[in-house]
């Protein structure tokens, strides 16, 4: 899951911007188990674990082996030009876990991460759960749950040959799967199609989801930024 | 990867899903290829791409008429119309391209998917970084850019020659004839691949001197390179790195909190992390 450590933002721009604004709208929360350590009854907490994520209505949630809660398919037929199902189906993400993975929920607001976090404390599934999001408000989320803080891992940033980086929308999009599996020249595409009325920014947002692998693209942050994008308000 | 010509209809949906951008339309078949060189294996096109399984012949009889007439044909973006795409079998060394390219491939050194790396997500139970040190996760290749293992070995061997030592338990680690030296095997070294990530834990103190380190090195390779900084909380869940990285002006916005809710749960475990301890 350090697939979901350098999610873009302004924050990281590499002329920075003086009062960037704060991401709202994208909190992940996910469960890993250690081989050997706490992996007895695995699918059971790992599912477990999702069936609690669902009652805070995330905007997404995946199985790193599998995909999330929007998954391409191979049986697809013409009429798909017209009526493609573009419906999420969280059933299949869990009852598809078969053994070792990461799981992850992605919720669109503060509120929603806590109150899943505080249910996490207490099921006590013992298995390592982690917030992936900004730190000051993870921080703030363990202060309010009554949770200590064991570790914590900053994303600093990128270096090296940061010209080859495509612009900072689209990096926002396509870093929303670490994992690489949302191309920049798709995110890119999207983003055009969307201003050229060709498909929403729903639309758009959901065909990017289906390529990340893990399920931790955020849909509604992914369509907010089209929507900013075809006003020119970034 | 390959595209079976036979079947391909020139569409151009899998040229932009290629992360790499290694798909392009031969103007002189009018066929979409891949550049053997440039792809990574990551499987992006192949498994992403949903599929219809059309008549080929059909498709481009259509294409054809409405490029005549100029209309424009607005497919999903995300459908191969013929299934054309085609994985190859791999073999060494070209198979580790895959291992470090597409996140559904468990690393065999490891047994994670993704990129095989378990950082501090795991550290509640595995206790791997611990107060007073710093675990570096120095990604190269991402976001989307791809790298080739001489890169990363330019940055290991100098790495190493600071007194770093990696993280045994790592996929980049396992695939070093000298992990003293930060030596990549020979055979791998021209591999491109869309990330992989090289652990090395620290003192806390040396957290500066490290990350100067990593930029300067970073200008000398031609890649990017993501880099993420870890450390163990205190009793009271304030962590010391904070205070250092605002110091030096790095930015850290964002990043991950291990809650510490995982616990060891099979008993022959427990007893040899006590005894560890």
């Known amino acids: ?234 | 990867m390959r595209i079976d010509p036979e079947k391909c209809v020139a569409c151009g949906n899998c040229l932009p899903i290629c992360p790499v951008g290694a798909i392009h339309i031969d103007p002189a078949i009018g066929r979409a290829v891949v550049n053997e060189d440039g792809c990574v294996e990551c499987f992006a096109c192949f498994r992403g791409m949903s599929k219809e399984h059309l008549n080929p012949v059909m498709v481009r009889t259509i294409r054809q008429i409405a490029k005549f007439f100029r209309f424009r044909f607005d497919p999903e973006p995300d459908i191969c119309p013929t299934d054309a795409i085609i994985p190859q079998e791999l073999t060494w060394p070209r198979i580790v391209r895959r291992a470090f390219s597409d996140p559904q491939v468990p690393h065999e050194s490891t047994g994670i998917h993704g990129r095989g790396t378990a950082e501090v997500k795991t550290n509640d139970v595995t206790n791997r970084v611990k107060e007073g040190e710093a675990g570096f996760v120095v990604e190269f290749g991402r976001p989307g850019v791809g790298a080739r293992f001489r890169d990363i070995q330019q940055v290991t061997t100098a790495l190493a020659d600071c007194g770093c030592e990696f993280e045994k338990n790592n996929p980049v680690t396992s695939l070093m004839i000298d992990p003293s030296r930060g030596l990549i095997r020979e055979d791998i070294l021209n591999e491109k691949i869309l990330s992989a990530i090289v652990e090395i834990k620290t003192r806390l103190g040396q957290v500066p001197l490290i990350l100067k380190k990593i930029r300067d090195l970073s200008r000398a390779v031609d890649t990017v390179i993501s880099v993420g900084v870890s450390t163990r909380c205190d009793a009271a869940g304030n962590d010391a790195l904070h205070e250092i990285l605002e110091r030096e002006g790095y930015p850290m916005y964002r990043g991950k909190t291990n809650l510490g809710l995982g616990r060891i749960t099979h008993d022959t475990a427990q007893g040899k992390m006590q005894s560890a301890d």
Not at chain 1, 86 to 113: C, R
Request: hydrophobic share 35%.
């Open chain 1, 1 to 234: 899951m350090t697939n979901t450590l350098h999610r873009y933002s302004e924050h990281y721009a590499f002329e920075r911007t003086s009062n960037p604004e704060p991401i709202k709208d994208d909190y992940i929360v996910f469960a890993m188990a250690s081989r050997g350590l706490n992996d007895d009854n695995l699918v059971e907490k790992y599912r477990s674990f999702l069936q609690l994520a669902l009652k805070h209505k995330p905007v997404n949630i995946g199985d790193a082996t599998k995909g999330g809660i929007l998954r391409p398919r191979q049986d697809m037929n013409p009429t798909a030009h017209w009526r493609r199902d573009h419906s999420p189906d969280p059933e299949q993400v869990i009852a598809g876990i078969e053994g070792y993975t990461t799981v992850a929920a992605v919720f669109d607001n503060y509120e929603a991460m806590r109150a899943f976090v505080a249910e996490l404390e207490c099921a006590q599934l013992g298995i390592s759960i982690n917030i992936s999001a900004p730190m000051d408000d993870a921080r703030r989320c363990c202060e309010e749950t009554g949770i200590t803080r064991h570790s914590v891992e900053y994303s600093i940033g990128f270096c090296g040959r940061v010209d080859k980086l495509p612009d900072g929308t689209t990096l926002e999009l396509s870093t929303m799967c670490g994992h690489g599996m949302v191309s920049a020249n798709f995110a890119r595409k999207m983003v055009e199609w969307a201003k050229e009325n060709r498909r929403t920014a729903e639309e758009a947002a959901r065909y990017m989801a289906r390529f990340c692998i893990c399920g931790v693209f955020n849909v509604h942050r992914a369509e907010r930024i089209i929507k900013q994008a075809c006003t020119l308000n970034r």
